[in-house]
Every structure is written in C-alpha cells, then in structure tokens.
C-alpha cells in the first residue's frame, strides 16, 4: 500500500512539475494543466456550442466595428499571436465573457448599453485580458484540482442536470466565476490595451457603474449578467480611474478618443430586450410567433429562452420544465427516443391529443442504476412527466422533472402547461415587433427626465432609460446631445 502511495504521490508531483507554465502577462510560473494548443482546442470546441446555444446577432457593420477593434487590441495584447475571434450574441443580457484560445463574445444587450466607444474599448480590453492572462484555463485548473462539477443550468438542482444545459466544456465556462484577483487583473489589463490603442479609459470606470444600477434593476435572464461572472474585486472604478491617469501620462496620450456620437449612431436600430421572433413571455404565457404556438408557464417560476430550449423552474430549485424538439419521423419515434436520451423506464405511456394535436403522454423515472445511485445518496429518485406533441412537422417534447416524492406537488402543474399548449392564432401576438434603440438629437437644455417624458417614455420606463443612457434623471442634457429612446 504504501508503495502504491508513494508511485501516486511522483506521479502527481511530475504532473505539476511539466504542468508550470510562464504567465505571459506577469512572468511568473504558474500551475495549469493544458498546453497552449490544449488551450486552443478548448476555445474551437466551445465556439460552435456557444453560437449554437444563443446565436449571432445578424448585424454587418456592427460586427465588423467589433473584429476591427479586437484586431487591433489583440496586436499590442500580451499574447499577439492567437487567432482572435469576436462575436455578437444575440442575447438582451448585459454580459461580455471570453473563453480560452482567443473568443470573445458580446451580447447585443451590452452592445446596446455603451454610450461610446471607449466603454466598449474597456470591456473589450478586460476580455482580452481574461484570455491572455489564462484566467479560464485557470479556473478549468481549478475545477479539475477540486473536482467541482460544472452545471450550466439556471437554478436547478444537480438531480436535474442532465435534463437541462448540459455541462459541457463550452458552456460551462461560460459560467465560472472569476476570483477577485483575477477581475482586478484585468481591469487593469482592460485599461492598459484600450488606452494603447488610443482611448479614454475612465469611461470603463464610467460604464462599470451602470453595469451596477442595470444588474440592481435586472430580472429573468438567459445568460448571467456581467457582474455575476464578473464579480467586483472591491473599489473597482477608483482603481480603473487611477490607473487610466497613469497610463494616458505614460503614454503622452493627449487626444483620448471617446466617440460617443459615433459609437451611437452604430447601435441606433439595435434590438432591445427580447425579440419576438424567439419566442416571449408575456402575462405568463409563452408565446412563439414563428413556430405559432402558445403555453402558460407556472406563476412565479424564473424562465430561460434560448434558440435550443426553453426552461421553467421555481426558484427553490426543487423542479423544472423544458420544452425542446424531440427528434424523430413518428411521435413513437420520438417518444422512444426521449426515454433513450435521458436513460429514462416508462412507468405509463398513452397516445392522446392536446387542441386537436396528436400527442404521446409518458410517466418515467430514470433507470435503476441511476435510481439507486441516487438513493444511495439520500436523493430523491427523478421522475417525470412528458408530452410529446406533434404540431406541423416537428415533434415538441414538454418534460416536467421533479423528485418522486415531490411528483405529486408539481405534477398539476407541468400538466396543466402541456395541456394548454396550442396553436397560436392571436394576430397581435403573431406580428409582435421587437423594441429597438432609437436616437434623438435634443433641441434644447433639460433635465434627462423632461426629454424622456417629451418622447412620450411611461413613467415605469424612466429609469431604465437612464440607466441605459449612462445618466441619471435629473442630469441636465445640453442642446444637440443625442440621446437613446425605445420603439420599434
């Protein structure tokens, strides 16, 4: 025994011992378990996962702006030799993340949410420097050592996890949280590159307060917002602040660009919030105009939308529901296959329909192994119900997931979903049009306030839009000052 202690124990040590590398941003050797090119490989392999799971925001010139600045910055970063990429994600959420390799992704909330160029430049720069300061391979380092699981779901419980977001390499990045260490290196970072290549870094201080009052103000989402990745490493915009001084003196930077008009004028017309088109809650119902198809989803429970599937949960996390596509020819088909993708024993299955659409209903636990591992472990064994629901040529798979003693508690409930899931036919919902941002030149001096209630913004909407702008009510806006407003 302690022969095979001691092979563990060189084994191991060899492992951390060919694992130092050289950080290229601080010098100084450091613990990971990639290579660069294992590094480069994790980035190709979650890019495609990342862009299936919430889309690109069809946008060219945007698009270009973005890839243009990112080129630039990743030229004077400190790892100029990756092959950068940079993405729009079509998502409301205000949130910016990188992953290991060279991506960067924006959602088109946040991009909708910088009032200049520089804001941008600083976010951009501060995921740049996640990437060159390995901060995600460092993270993954992290969840091997401890071998802490990553689930890329909303609020749901580890029982659940294979019927929602799968943890996949790709996505569960998306999800780990730097430490503060890691953020206050690259707000530093973010302030360095974008004041290299010429902008005013005090507008990053600037924007990171808005980030604040929106994350304040912000409900359901379906990625985590900036600063719940992004955890503030305590007097954020005073060091921002500090160090921008310092490096505009260091580099005898005397005409720092901020580009507000510009920068506007590329958003102006930019979706804001959800779009219909993907599907939306309203008075809790879903409604999808494009498939053309409706359900109500339990009061209070938070939602997740994303071009793949749309998920439910009480914030208790003690059940969910999904509605997704079930593949297959024949609603046998995909019925059999549900039970094979989540290795799940039909209990009772029966043909029915659901408002004149052919439907298969299923009670499943999952299979007996994993039952008794679950009860091995003092958990609940899952069980679900299912709805197979042929509606035009796809099969829709509704499954309420629970734990069997809870089954009881919220069966009512995912039938009561499945059930009312119907045709869509009401016009106003089928030609919903997304809100856009939309400029307004101010014709003369007065409070933020004043002018957002001129263009007619509902009193519930007033500090959203300050917020949004950068400002607060009572700001006084100069004559000529272009402003955002919302409408379609």
């Not at 930077?253 to 088109?277: C, F, M, S």
């Amino acid at each position: 025994m302690k022969k095979y202690v001691l092979i563990s124990f060189f084994t191991v040590s060899s492992i951390f011992i060919n694992s130092c590398a050289v950080n290229p941003v601080t010098g100084k050797k450091q613990v990971v378990l990639m290579s660069e090119a294992q590094e480069i490989a994790m980035g190709k392999d979650a890019d495609p996962q990342i862009v299936a799971q919430y889309g690109l925001y069809e946008d060219k010139a945007l698009q270009s702006f973005i890839t243009e600045e990112g080129k630039k910055m990743a030229a004077i970063s400190h790892r100029p030799n990756l092959a950068y990429e940079f993405k729009i994600v079509d998502s409301d959420v205000l949130n910016a993340f990188a992953v290991p390799g060279g991506y960067v992704y924006f959602t088109r909330g946040i991009m909708a949410s910088f009032n200049n160029e520089a804001e941008f430049a600083g976010v951009l720069g501060h995921e740049i420097g996640h990437i060159t300061a390995r901060h995600s391979v460092a993270q993954q380092r992290n969840v091997l050592l401890s071998q802490i699981g990553l689930i890329a779901g909303m609020i749901i419980a580890p029982d659940f996890a294979q019927f929602a977001e799968q943890a996949s390499q790709g996505l569960g990045l998306l999800f780990l949280k730097f430490g503060r260490d890691a953020e206050r290196e690259a707000d530093q970072l973010g302030v360095e590159y974008s004041s290299k290549i010429g902008f005013d870094a005090q507008q990053m201080a600037g924007f990171f307060s808005t980030l604040e009052r929106q994350s304040a103000a912000s409900g359901n989402e379906g990625l985590p917002n900036f600063l719940s990745t992004h955890p503030n490493p305590g007097d954020r915009n005073v060091a921002v602040s500090k160090a921008a001084t310092e490096w505009k003196q260091k580099l005898n930077l005397t005409n720092a660009q901020i580009n507000r008009n510009t920068y506007l004028k590329r958003i102006d017309g930019i979706v804001y919030g959800e779009d219909p088109k993907q599907g939306f809650v309203e008075s809790n119902v879903f409604y999808h105009p494009v498939l053309k198809f409706q359900f109500p989803i339990p009061t209070n429970w938070a939602y997740q939308n994303t071009p793949q599937r749309f998920q439910m949960a009480p914030k208790d996390g003690k059940a969910m529901m999904m509605l997704t596509l079930a593949p297959g020819k024949t609603l046998q088909e995909a019925a059999s296959g549900v039970l094979q993708q989540y290795n799940l024993q039909a209990l009772e299955s029966k043909q029915i329909t659901v408002n004149g659409l052919n439907a298969i209903a299923m009670v499943a636990d999952v299979k007996a192994e994993q039952a008794q591992q679950q009860q091995q472990q003092s958990q609940q064994v899952v069980r679900t119900l299912s709805y197979v629901i042929h509606y035009g040529d796809l099969n829709y798979l509704m499954i309420g997931v629970t734990g069997s003693n809870d089954f009881n508690n919220y069966a009512p409930l995912f039938t009561n979903a499945m059930q009312n899931f119907k045709v869509l036919t009401d016009a106003a919902k089928l030609n919903k049009k997304p809100e856009r941002v939309r400029l307004k030149t101010v014709s003369q001096a007065q409070s933020l306030q004043q002018i957002l209630k001129f263009y007619k913004t509902e009193d519930k909407r007033l500090n959203e839009l300050a917020i949004l702008n950068g400002m607060k009510l009572t700001d006084s806006v100069a004559a000529g000052t272009l402003i955002k407003v919302i409408g379609e």
